[in-house]
């Protein structure tokens, strides 16, 4: 049976994420990726940023299986095999495999997917490991201003809150608040297809 996953909405995303990546990435390092589902980003990012090396990661064993798949038929010598990581856990940074030095961590369509803590996980584990002025991208819908951009945000808003309360689309502010503590800066946001925002994070000079 076909181990590959496929997600329509990574069809039509990845290239606008793409162009964003390829402006604000370094041209070498290793990246990390969190959340990384089907693979499919992965798998594409890698191809196109053949400088850096991509570590994929996801706590569900079947989607690494997905992302193993995509893996073994991209065949490209930087991307390496998914790790098992979840950003609720303590100290997940320092899990085995995770490149010693990271020039970034991306991490696309997760905080809306997966309650509160896990943005905080994320935050506070990408400012452990990421060093002064490394990237922590973020990709997804966001309410602004206490509000969402548009009519197709509010309904997605109510069927992720439906599935579980803990689940929606988050406030942009609260997550650079958040971030803020974290030790990031807000650097950039795009305004993405669909009514997504990339959302970029630049690791602060440590103090103290």
Partial sequence: M???????????????????????????????????????????????????????????????????AWIASAGLANLRAPLALDVTAADWETSAGIPRVLAAILCINLIHIAPWAAALGLLRGAGASLGAGRLLYLYGPYRRGGGHTAASNAAFDRSLRAQDPAWGVRDLEAVAAAADTAGFALDEVVEMPANNLSVILRRRVPTG
């Avoid at 990574?10 to 390829?22: F, H, Y």
């Fill in 2 to 68: 076909e181990a590959r996953r496929y997600a329509p909405a990574t069809q039509r995303n990845r290239g606008p994420i793409l162009d964003v990546l390829q402006r604000v990435l370094p041209a070498s390092g290793a990246v990390l990726e969190i959340a990384s589902g089907t693979g499919e980003h992965a798998a594409c990012f890698a191809a196109q940023l053949p400088g850096l090396v991509f570590q994929p990661s996801d706590p569900s064993p079947a989607h690494r299986a997905s992302i193993t």
